[in-house]
């Protein structure tokens, strides 16, 4: 039995998967292949695909197993390692938004380079690393080496401030994009107002400003959509713009009762109404507009 662990992680490694996939259905792979895929969903006619699981399941899959397949997390490798098993561990790489950064290849060398583990740096590089791994003689562990306390503490550090940008990381981008657009809104409302423009016309221009800006944003570094067909593109756009749309109702519903009723000073008016409009945007963006594009992605 071939076991597989992906971490924990909340990216994705749907490349691995499907290249495991590949090698089954070629004949390369012919064992029995049990997945620990964590955040990672796929679909697969051959391979028995776990999410998340309980410590001791875990380590008994890694008892079980002839071999380990690994992602390049410290602990999925050296939780290996102690039962004595062939490791062969492939790098989450950053350029496929598998991880933050690209740490996992320098843990992966670290390991490899004393001949714990069979360590590649591509999803390609695994027809070869398998063929290796029945001769490979890998070299007892000893977590008293020096050398990898130094690199897991680095790793532990990273991992530290890394899991606490990626589990804020939306909303900070969200907030600081939020932020500009608002910046946009506010800047635009004001050069008009002083040039005497309607405060209805006025804000309806600095909403068409900013919303384009907020759209751009959004999909390219907020939520990460991708869109693969032009009808995906135009569902995202109209629903965006739909939404914006109830948002600006709501903007000028709010300007109207605090200008015209409450004769609230404009700028404050449009202060406060911006934040309501924030919380509402990311409400509609988060939950209705982005998500099923970030599910596609990883399920296809």
């Known amino acids: 039995m071939i076991f597989v662990t992906l971490g924990t992680q909340d990216k994705s490694f749907h490349r691995l998967l499907e290249k495991i996939e590949k090698q089954i259905e070629t004949g390369m792979i012919q064992d029995k292949v049990i997945v620990q895929a964590g955040n990672t969903k796929f679909q697969s006619k051959h391979m028995e695909i776990l ?3 309980p410590m001791d399941t875990f380590q008994q899959y890694i008892k079980d197993a002839d071999y380990v397949i690994t992602h390049g997390g410290v602990g999925s490798i050296v939780d290996a390692l102690k039962e004595n098993k062939k490791v062969i561990a492939v790098p989450r790489k950053k350029e ?3 991880h933050t950064n690209d740490h996992q290849e320098q843990i992966i060398h670290e390991f490899a380079s004393d001949k714990y583990i069979i360590g590649i740096n591509s999803v390609d590089e695994l027809d070869a690393a398998i063929k290796k791994v029945e001769k490979f003689k890998p070299k ?6 020096k050398k990898f306390i130094k690199v897991i ?3 532990i550090e990273q991992e530290n401030h890394i899991g606490w940008y990626n589990k804020y990381r939306e909303v900070i981008s969200y907030l600081v994009f939020g932020g500009l657009t608002t910046v946009i809104n506010i800047v635009a409302f004001y050069i008009m107002d002083l040039m005497g423009i309607n405060t209805y016309v006025n804000n309806t221009i600095a909403w068409i400003a900013s919303v384009i800006f907020a759209y751009v ?4 570094f907020v939520f990460e959509s991708k869109t693969t067909t032009r009808k995906e593109l135009v569902r995202e756009v109209s629903s965006f713009f739909a939404a914006r749309i109830f948002s600006y109702v709501v903007d000028m519903v709010g300007m109207y009762l605090f200008v015209s009723v409450m004769m609230t000073n404009k700028i404050f008016a449009k202060i406060v ?3 309501v409009v924030i ?3 990311y409400v509609f963006s988060k939950l209705f507009i982005f998500q099923s594009n970030g599910k ?3 399920s296809k």
């Not at 007892?140 to 080496?145: E, F, G, H, L, T």
């Not at 944003?217 to 390219?220: A, G, I, P, R």
């Open 51 to 53: 999410d998340f699981i």
């Open 217 to 220: 944003t959004n999909k390219l």
């Open 140 to 145: 007892k562990y000893q977590s008293n080496n």
């Open 96 to 98: 496929y938004k598998e």
């Open 153 to 155: 503490s680095d790793y």
């Open 279 to 281: 919380v509402i945007n």
């Open 296 to 298: 596609k992605e990883i």
């Open 273 to 275: 109404m911006n934040v």
